[in-house]
């Protein structure tokens, strides 16, 4: 006989998202049956947003070290060497369910969840960037969640003054019922200055700062947690409300304090705000916490233990201080006119007891809530191998200047300026290149420095439905290609891994598949993963999203004036090709676009090969010899070619010869591929070097004209090509009157 | 040169505009707190830079017009220093009645952020006097709330007294006129949505912000 509390019913446990087995193991830790508040903090720690139960034993095999890692994960974020005693901290995380709920708070609160998990470690945020995926550009929903999310992500990050420098934007039918809203934040900090969730001790007190809690965002990490159905959009109570303003004096008081030396610990509240904030830093630390809730600052009036322990009111830190510095906080946060209050001290009992209107009302053991939540190795299969499919194996188009027209006007490489210039990319003086500029990466300055950092964000979702592994491999291959494109030395990443439901076994194969060859690409290319967020249950009605595991990268450029972009390309310039190019056409963009299919193996990523192309690349781009670099991803060599045409405003003559079909030459998705530009004594030079070191280096082409061409015919006047790319997403978004 | 920026709570361009007065003047300028009542002596310029703030709420540049500092910045400002506000500062100075006219909502409606084409309508001024001779300018704009508006009458003064310093090239905000920058009629407070302390490096993609300093400088 399964045992209650007075008031709760196995209906309730089951309301909190907790199975039987799970609430066996609570009622064995609790050694009794849990009241109505100790049962909501079971559920929201215990949510797959917060324990990562499905995830966690398979994300022990990313690599997370190396010389330049200071802090993996399990902080608030990740935290790098860039030199010169300076850090850099990042992290990528996910807000997909409620942005497809409630579109502009949603996006707005992701943006300003990211940015607090990096200036909690004590580091000034600097950049800011997302990868969208929406569903089909025809879809009845798709405009007004573009519209919504866009505004969101500007309407926080402009106000909170960091800039908006990159991202992706994709549209796809498989997201028609769950949009992915991924934000990553970089922030820039002293090496030795850096603050974490561990280093509380007992005898601590605990100070609540920022917004008074609300009741907005009750249960939100639950509902995060689970798959969507038609009912969903009743959830719009559980999506919280963002404030940047408040967020920007939160940032400036948070950074005011931290000059200080009164800190022992900080978190900010996230999902499962006051809860799992206070959970981890107490787990952290291996003590225990003890709260008034009486004295937690409240928007409304007759807050339960229950909502306030479950809010999740944005822009809130919990800090540990050092004993007798509460003062100190005290000033600081007055002067920004932000909420401050002593809420707590920290105890050696290893518990989390909660004191509410002088009684106890929750009293629990915090080792259950956090390391020893619940972990599941959940069954798992690889999905059927899929044959490679070449060029030979497609019929040979008529035109290749109304292919390449195609491909360029489709809605994942049509121009996303419509987007991007809702966003501040300017804010703080620091941007060098942004989404305007043609630059495989975002490059902004470590302020006051030569340095800059080169950031990006990156997925193939396709591939990684054709074959999570190599898919998985894919990603992160093509995000260091992309740091490396801009002369940078690629550091780290961290990942945003967007999935299905876990409880069925072909969407865990497809998170375990690309776990594994992200893993593998990380080893291979020296490039550990310091920060990460999992996102499961991006369903609805039974249909999971495409795997997309997005990645975001950082890169140290030593000088920023030793840099590439794809554009500034001038006539009689030669374009030479890194990489060898056979016709890969498995789930390329051609297939999708011109055949309208999907199928084939993911293009193969041989990692050594991608190493020695990419260092060659770095060290051409040192020397000064390239005048533009892009690497070569969706659409192949000429949809390269055409963005470097379309940036430099010049076209280009393209030549092939051999056996390769043509349609293969110019839009195969062969990896390890980059597209150079450079004078012709340093080309010559180049060919030179590549022969010496045994790297594949083609001339495929000459700047000149006002057309891309092929062998002189197949002509796409750059003209008409400018004016439907640029057209696409604006016609999209300002149609009238057709849905 | 002696210079201040005047920080209130949500500004964020304080940083860039105090760097882009040290990069030109050779000097930091004092940050004064939106909270402090008076100014520090001696000062040959005070900047009002862009941000949100008060998180625009309410009205863009209502109520940090009305804070504590700004009885010192007018009172200044009858001295005859130069005051320049850049985007949230133009708004400030507008709701200050320090300059004529009002900034609305972007007639597109969306926040804009691009590198504006501009023209210098009047290079006579103490902002403006080091682009003698250049017309063309490029300089980023971002806001949400540019829409430069005044009465028909006060556009004719205006214009007639060319008080009118920059126009964008391409109008990005239904601003009338294509007003991006005006000065009040004694020539010693000006307001722009452009932002020129982002153009004052190679690396910013442009420096074309660098002369309305090298102006000021010049007239100090």
């Known amino acids: 006989m399964t045992q209650y509390a007075e008031g709760i019913t196995a209906e309730i446990v089951k309301e909190h998202g907790l199975s039987d087995e799970e609430y066996a193991i609570i009622l064995d830790r609790m050694g009794r049956a849990p009241n109505m508040n100790e049962l909501g903090i079971f559920s929201v720690m215990w949510s797959e947003h917060c324990s990562y139960k499905s995830s966690r034993l398979h994300l022990g095999k990313f690599p997370t070290k190396g010389d330049k890692v200071i802090q993996g994960p399990g902080e608030n974020a990740g935290v790098i060497d860039i030199g ?32 607090r998990d990096v200036f909690t470690m004590g580091a000034r945020p600097i950049a800011a960037l997302n990868a969208l995926r929406f569903g089909a550009h025809d879809h009845p929903k798709t405009r ?19 800039p908006t420098v990159g991202g992706e934007t994709n549209f796809h039918e498989g997201y028609d019922g769950n949009i992915l809203v991924n934000a990553m934040a970089v922030g820039l900090a002293d090496a030795d200055k850096i603050f974490y969730a561990r280093g509380a001790e007992a005898g601590q007190p605990i100070v609540y700062v920022g917004s008074k809690t609300g009741r907005d965002g009750i249960h939100g990490a639950t509902m995060a947690s689970a798959e969507f159905d038609d009912e969903s959009e009743e959830k719009r109570p559980t999506v919280q409300v963002g404030d940047p303003f408040v967020e920007k004096k939160l940032i400036e008081a948070c950074l005011e304090l931290m000059s200080t030396d009164a800190i022992a610990a ?45 809010s999740e009111s944005q822009e809130r830190m919990l800090v540990i201080m050092k004993p007798g510095r509460e003062d100190v906080a005290m000033r600081i946060f007055k002067k920004w006119e932000l909420d401050v209050a002593v809420i707590g001290q920290t105890t050696d009992t290893g518990r989390m007891v909660l004191n509410h209107h002088g009684e106890v009302v929750c009293d629990m053991p915090i080792a259950p809530l956090a390391d020893d939540a619940p972990k599941y ?150 490039f550990p993963v310091v920060s990460g967020n999992v996102s499961l249950y991006n369903e609805t009605n039974g249909v999971a999203i495409p795997p997309t595991p997005a990645v975001g990268a950082v890169g140290l450029i030593p000088n920023i004036n030793q840099r590439a972009g794809f554009g500034g390309m001038k006539a009689g310039q030669i374009l030479l090709a890194v990489g060898d190019t056979r016709g890969v056409m498995g789930a390329s963009l051609y297939l999708r676009v011109i055949e309208e299919r999907e199928d084939g193996g993911s293009p193969p990523v041989d990692l050594a090969v991608e190493k020695v192309n990419g260092d060659f690349v770095r060290g051409q781009i040192r020397s000064g010899r390239v005048v533009a670099c892009h ?48 004078d012709k004594e340093d080309a010559v030079a180049m060919l030179q070097d590549a022969k010496a070191d045994d790297i594949p280096l083609m001339v495929v082409g000459l700047a000149g004209g006002d057309a891309i061409s092929v062998n002189g015919a197949h002509n796409l006047d750059l003209v008409k090509l400018r004016e439907a790319w640029e057209g696409w997403l604006p016609d999209l978004m300002n149609k009238v009157g057709e849905d | 040169m002696k210079s201040a920026v005047i920080v209130f709570p949500g500004s964020n361009c304080d940083r860039d505009a105090h760097d882009a007065l040290k990069r030109v003047t050779g000097q930091a300028p004092a940050m004064v707190w939106h909270q402090d009542t008076t100014l520090p002596e001696g000062l040959d310029f005070i900047m009002i830079p862009g941000g949100f703030s008060y998180g625009d709420y309410l009205r863009c540049g209502a109520m940090a017009s009305r804070s504590a500092i700004m009885p010192a910045v007018i009172a200044h400002a009858a001295t005859g220093a130069p005051i320049l506000g850049v985007c949230n500062g133009f708004q400030i100075l507008a709701e200050s009645g320090l300059l004529p006219g009002a900034l609305m909502r972007n007639a597109g409606l969306n926040f804009v952020c691009e ?106």
């Open chain 1, 266 to 310: 900080i978190q900010d509240m996230g999902a499962a705000g006051l809860t799992s904030s206070a959970i981890e830093m107490a787990d952290k630390g291996g003590i225990g916490i003890e709260l008034n809730m009486d004295t937690v600052p409240q928007r409304e009036t007759n807050m339960t233990t229950y909502e306030m322990m479950l």
């Open chain 1, 84 to 115: 010169d005693g300076q850090a850099c901290v990042f992290k990528m995380e996910s807000h997909n369910h409620p942005s497809y709920i409630e579109p502009y708070q949603g996006a707005a609160t992701g943006v300003g969840g990211i940015l």
């Open chain 1, 631 to 678: 690497d070569i991803s969706d659409g192949g060599l000429a949809c390269a070619a055409a963005d470097m045409a379309l940036a430099s405003g010049i076209g280009i003559k393209l030549a092939h010869e051999g056996d390769l079909p043509m349609h293969g030459f110019l839009f195969g998705e062969d990896q390890a591929r980059y597209l150079i530009a450079a």
């Open chain 2, 115 to 220: 590198k504006a084409p501009l023209t210098v309508a009047n290079s006579n001024t103490r902002f403006t006097s080091a682009y003698a001779g250049r017309s063309d300018l490029t300089i980023p704009i971002a806001h949400h709330d540019g829409n430069y508006n005044a009465d028909e009458e006060t556009l004719e003064r205006i214009e007639g007294e060319g008080q009118i310093i920059f126009r964008y090239g391409r109008n990005p905000n239904g601003s009338v006129h294509d007003i991006a920058g005006v000065m009040n009629e004694n020539g010693n407070i000006m307001g722009m949505m452009p932002h020129p302390e982002r153009a004052v490096d190679v690396n910013h993609g442009g420096t074309d912000g660098l002369a309305l300093f090298e102006s000021l400088l010049g007239s100090a």
């Open chain 1, 377 to 526: 190795d959940r069954p798992h299969f690889a999905p059927e191998v899929r044959a490679q499919i070449s060029a030979k194996d497609v019929a040979k188009p008529a035109h290749m200047g109304n292919v390449l027209l195609s491909l360029m006007t489709s809605p994942n490489m049509a121009s996303k300026a419509w987007i991007w210039n809702q966003y501040d990319r300017h804010v703080m003086a620091d941007t060098a290149a942004s989404s305007e500029d043609p630059s495989d990466a975002a490059v902004v300055r470590v302020h006051g420095t030569d340095k800059a950092l080169a950031i990006t964000t990156d997925c193939t979702p396709r591939y990684c439905f054709a074959d999570p592994f190599e898919g998985g491999k894919q990603t992160v291959a093509e995000a260091w290609r992309n740091l490396t494109a801009t002369g940078a030395d690629p550091i780290a990443i961290t990942d945003c891994l967007n999935f299905g439901n876990p409880e069925r076994p072909e969407i865990m194969g497809q998170f375990v598949g690309c776990v594994e060859g992200m893993a593998e690409a990380c080893r291979a290319l020296d």
């Open chain 1, 144 to 162: 007004q969640l573009v519209s919504g999310v866009v505004a969101g992500i500007g309407g926080y990050g402009n106000c909170v003054g960091v």
